[in-house]
């Protein structure tokens, strides 16, 4: 069994892997495995789903763990390769083509922040599982990740405006759940 | 929220090493096959430069042949020889013959008629005359002359060192050996073909092209109203697909085999027909906790290409010219080979549809003689979205292909 302890340094488990080192390797998946399973679930809605996208985003960062510079987080690093990972599967199943595009920006007034703040973070996790696809992905790289509505659109191939209106739905939606779940 | 966790399923760590393992396997076999078509490529166009080289060259060794079987021959009396050419110049015909046949006397020896010293001057009109001119002691000489541009002149010495009763007969049948083994003179043009003469093509197409797709079956099946699955692979598998199933997707070098008939509609253009018969092959591994399933694809297409040839170059006995065209192709089968758990089954299915595909590109050829030339075509071909079961030119629809075969000028 690998354990943590044969990679104390970080700089030495990531070079390690860099050089294709299998026990290194399984150190890193052992380490950050259960916070990217968690960060591929908020972005899918379903375990399965994001067992796969675990699966092929570790792939990816092993082919690409050459590539970190060093500078910065490389958890930040990491978390960049599963969102965009996560990404790409919704985009294979043409989920992100988001074409309504809301010109009543009266919604976006209407969700309270306030609303969001009173539940704990697990409550709100299963909430943004059972989001419809759209609203949730965009509500995670907004909310969460903290993308703008800019790199959202780039990311998604969709119209800012589309980013921005998917974000107020997401709002209104998790509003009205957690209101109804109050009643 | 970020702090939060999801601990993995128990395995999925032997999933990702088992993906890096075939990864890396992979690379080697994608290094493999490109180390392969290269080698294939490079053998080819030696095969072609050999050939090319030796149909070239087919009057030429001739000429090569007589050149270095007389030097060969005269060698005892190269002197001899070179004194005679010298004073063939220099002195009478008369002058000569009695030089040489005191020579020849002198050194009593026996030289074989084919002792040959050919000069070639070549000019651009064709025009040609020879004269054949013996001496009392057998001399003879062959010139050839160009009255415009081209010259050419064969001289031939034949010497026989026989007594003179016998010497007659040796020169006459000397003379008769020694035009038998000269090439004709239209041997020595390049070889030319009918203009407008059909012709008919037996050729291999390979393309080069592999692919490799890892995605989940899942999430093809479970996107509502997304990905329908175009694949019979995938209806069979999505039949009685496990969760978590991981797959991945290889797609191997196409092969065709066809024949075609060419018309010459003018000097520059022609038109191509044919039929041919394409084999794709693709593999599919699932790998889930409960089992793993392997599928082999064979897909069987009979095809119909249309092409216009046209002329870009053609000089001595190589051909270059432009073609492109359309094809249309049918799937005849889709053959499977399954294994799950290791437990093997066969099954198959029609295939629907047809395919439409268009291609561009050069090709050349090396006439072999005038009635056969070997061919090379590289060319891009693109596969139309058809709704074709899932193969390399679903994956990539753009092809590069590699069109090698033989030429029969009717």
């Given amino acids: ?183 | 929220m970020e702090a939060h966790t999801e601990v993995p399923d128990a395995g999925s760590w032997s999933l990702i090493e088992l993906s890096l393992l075939r990864k890396k396997k992979a690379k080697v076999l994608y290094f493999r096959r490109a180390l392969y078509t290269t080698a294939a490529v490079a053998a080819s166009l030696v095969l072609l430069l050999v050939l090319n080289k030796s149909s070239y060259d087919f009057n030429d060794s001739a000429k090569v042949v007589v050149q270095k079987s007389a030097i060969a021959n005269l060698e005892p009396e190269q002197d001899i020889i070179e004194k005679k050419s010298v004073q063939s110049i220099d002195n009478s015909k008369t002058l000569i013959s009695e030089q040489i046949s005191e020579q020849i006397k002198s050194e009593k020896q026996t030289i074989n008629p084919d002792k040959l010293i050919i000069k070639e001057q070549s000019t651009d009109k064709e025009q040609t005359t020879i004269k054949e001119q013996s001496t009392d002691k057998e001399q003879t000489t062959i010139k050839e002359q160009s009255t415009d541009k081209k010259q050419a002149t064969i001289e031939k010495q034949a010497e026989q060192n026989s007594e003179s009763s016998k010497s007659e007969k040796n020169v006459e049948s000397a003379k008769k050996d020694s035009r038998s083994s000269y090439p004709p003179v239209q041997d020595y043009k390049s070889i030319s073909r009918k203009k407008h003469s059909p012709i008919v093509a037996i050729a291999t197409n390979l393309s080069p092209s592999t692919g490799n797709n890892s995605v989940s079956l899942m999430s093809m099946s479970q996107s509502q109203g997304g990905l329908a699955p175009n694949n019979v692979v995938s209806t069979i598998q999505k039949a009685s697909v496990p969760q978590e199933v991981i797959s991945n997707t290889k797609f191997l070098m196409p092969v065709s085999m066809g024949i075609q008939l060419q018309m010459p509609i003018s000097k520059m253009f022609a038109v191509g027909v044919g039929v041919n018969y394409t084999l794709l092959f693709s593999q599919y591994d699932a790998l889930s906790h409960q089992e793993t399933r392997e599928t082999e694809q064979t897909l069987h297409y009979i095809g119909v290409p249309l092409n216009l040839y046209v002329n870009i170059m053609q000089k001595d006995n190589i051909r270059l010219y432009a073609t492109g065209g359309i094809a249309l192709e049918k799937g005849l089968y889709a053959f499977y080979r399954v294994s799950e758990n290791g437990v093997g089954r066969t099954s198959g299915e029609t295939i629907d549809g047809l395919q439409w595909s268009l291609t561009g590109g050069f090709g050349v050829e090396f006439a072999i003689n005038n009635s056969k030339g070997l061919y090379f075509d590289p060319t891009v071909a693109y596969y139309f979205d058809n709704s074709q079961p899932l193969s390399i030119r679903t994956s990539q629809p753009l092809q590069f292909k590699f069109e090698l075969g033989f030429r029969f000028h009717l």
């Avoid at chain 1, 399984?26 to 994001?50: D, F, N, Q, T, W």
């Avoid at chain 1, 990491?78 to 919604?107: P, Q, Y």
């Fill in chain 1, 1 to 183: 069994m690998t354990t943590q302890k044969e990679f104390p340094d970080e700089i030495e488990l990531l070079r390690a892997c860099v050089k294709n080192d299998r026990r290194a390797q399984r150190v890193l998946y052992e380490l950050y495995s259960p916070k990217m399973l968690a960060v591929c679930i908020r972005y899918v809605g379903e375990r399965e789903r994001a067992m796969d996208i675990l699966h092929d985003g570790f792939i990816t960062v092993f082919e690409k763990i050459g590539s970190y510079n060093g500078t910065g987080s490389f958890e930040g690093w990491l978390r960049r390769i599963f969102v965009n990972t996560a990404l790409m599967t919704l985009r294979k199943g043409d989920v992100l083509k988001f074409s309504d595009e809301l010109s009543d920006t009266s919604l976006e007034l209407t969700a309270s922040s306030d609303t969001l703040s009173m539940i704990n973070s697990k409550e709100l996790l299963k909430l943004i599982a059972s989001m419809p696809v759209g609203f949730r992905t965009v509500f995670n790289m907004f909310a969460i990740e903290g993308y703008n509505h800019m790199e959202i659109a780039k990311a998604l191939k969709i119209s800012e405006g589309s980013s921005r209106s998917q974000l107020s739905r997401a709002r209104v939606w998790l509003q009205n759940k957690l209101r109804s779940e109050e009643k």
